[in-house]
Structure formats: C-alpha cells, structure tokens
C-alpha cells in the first residue's frame, strides 16, 4: 500500500511571475508510481465548467515549479486548459519519502 507524505506546503503567492486574473490556483499532492509525494500548482480557467483538456507541466533538471513551469502552466490556463504544473521528487516541495 503507498503511503501519502504529508508536506508542508507554502500557501502565499511564491512565484517568480505575476499571478494572473484569469485562472484561480491552487496546491495540490499526488503520489507517483514510485510511493512519492509529489507537489504542484493547480491553475483552472477562471468561470469554468465540464471537463477541460489537461496539461501537466514539469521544468527543466533543477527547476521548480515557482519558475518556468509554473508560467506555462498559467499561460495555458488562460487558454482554457486545466493544468499542473509540479516538483519533481526530491526537488521544491516534492517529497522524498519510499517506504
């Protein structure tokens, strides 16, 4: 059975672009195949409803999702997807916790 690691994640706007008006955002965790805890922003079309199309974002080796990722993510969010844009393990929030 995985185990889901409790993080500690920051709550205040922590990234390094400006947030935009259009999409709401949020924290979210999920575990991957490997039993790790894994953080990521969450940005929704602002007034959306149904099912949208999904992107997950994840950026370049060192990278957090505070950064260049997390942009993409909110810039495709404006466009009308549902996208996430998230730490790998053992990097940013992201867990590195394997039972």
């Not at 079309?45 to 997950?56: C, D, S, T, V």
Request: glycine share 8%.
């Amino acid at each position: 059975m995985i185990k889901k690691e409790e993080l500690k994640l920051v709550q205040e706007w922590d990234k390094t672009f400006k947030k935009s008006d259009k999409v709401e955002h949020s924290k979210v965790t999920f575990v991957n195949r490997y039993g790790i805890t894994l953080a990521a922003d969450m940005y929704v079309p602002k007034n959306a409803e149904g099912k949208l199309p999904a992107i997950a974002v994840s950026g370049p080796f060192g990278a957090v999702k505070e950064q260049c990722s997390g942009l993409y993510a909110q810039t495709m969010a404006e466009r009308g997807f549902l996208t996430i844009a998230f730490d790998p393990s053992f990097t940013g929030e992201s867990g590195s916790f394997i039972e």
